[in-house]
């Protein structure tokens, strides 16, 4: 149930509200527009009678949201959040780009790609200490190790960092090293650790998981907003679909259905929703067409001896030029993207 405030509804009326939701066992989150302030209320004592609101001082129209994401909709809130971290705002006028490495392998490496995105305008460095698998047998990360050094490299060139957390127990190291913390497409529906993740301060990227539908991807964000973390970035990162040329099938159309339907910001990988190295240019300049509010790309220095995803990864050259032609795709849909200039000396190595 979503109650929207009349414009001068003052802040008592707007208390007055909330104690009562309250007493009837909702849990209630406010959000506050240049107008008018929204409470969106989540479970309540069956039977609620709705009307006992609608009549409440300050009250300017009570409606039932029919999706069963509520925090997450745009019924709750018709304005597009923004997700701050430092000076950047994922989800403005501006498109970000994150970039780096799948992994974190060496002080020398995540150095040199850290210093390559930046040349190129990418405004954080994405990099993994805990690697999920699927095989047991390949690298895993460095942990803590992969974790300091990420922070080093970035902290070098001015850049923020981007980290996956895997289980409960890494969210406080992540979050010590990292200015955003990723779920997995893997981990999408681990509803422990997103529980865990809504009592964090910290924002959260949350990849769509690999057969999930879009319904499901919102529904897992919901388990973080609703434990009080608002700052959640949703990532299409492809999906498993009958196709196998590629190793996912980017779902492009995802981004402009979740915008109507969320008021959460929504970025792109490219790098996995397509697993090869030459499509994921043509992949970052459809997404951004199609409205996307950043991208997140792996790339590597020698991604032909990467310790993993080498196949997917690009070189800092491929990436120079990927970012010149996104600041002419991204004027053209009235946004922005980084101006710094751009030294492109052609593809490969």
Known sequence: MVVVMEERASEDQIQQVIAHLV??????????????????????????????IEVMDGV???MRITEPYKLASRTFRPENTAVSFGDFRV???EVIVMAGPCSVETEEQIAAAAAAVRKAGAKVLRGGAFKPRS??????????EGLRLL?????????????????VSQIDLVARYADVLQVGARNM????????????ATPVLLKRGISATIEEWLLSAEYVLSGGNANVILCERGIRTFESYTRNTMDISAIPVVHKLSHLPVIADPSHGTGLR???????????????DGLIIEVHPDPDHAVSDGAQSIFPTQFDRLMAE????????????????????????
């Not at 529906?189 to 964090?200: A, D, F, I, V």
Request: glycine fraction near 14%.
């Open 91 to 93: 989800g403005g006028d």
């Open 151 to 167: 922070r080093d490299a970035a902290d070098a060139e001015g850049l923020k960092v981007v980290s996956e957390v895997m289980d």
């Open 278 to 292: 030459d499509k994921v240019a043509p992949m970052a300049r459809a997404a951004i067409a199609a409205g996307a």
């Open 23 to 52: 007493e009837n066992e909702f849990d209630v989150h406010r959000s506050t527009g240049q107008l008018r302030s929204v409470l969106g209320a989540v479970g309540g004592n069956r039977g609620f009678d709705a009307r006992l």
């Open 60 to 62: 300017h129209e009570v």
């Open 326 to 349: 996104l600041r002419i795709i991204a004027p053209a849909i009235g946004r922005s993207i980084c101006l710094e200039p751009v030294a492109w000396r052609g593809w490969g190595t």
């Open 135 to 144: 095989s047991p047998y390949s690298f895993q990360g460095l942990g803590e």
């Open 189 to 200: 529906q681990n509803y422990t650790l997103l529980r865990e993740l809504g009592r964090s």
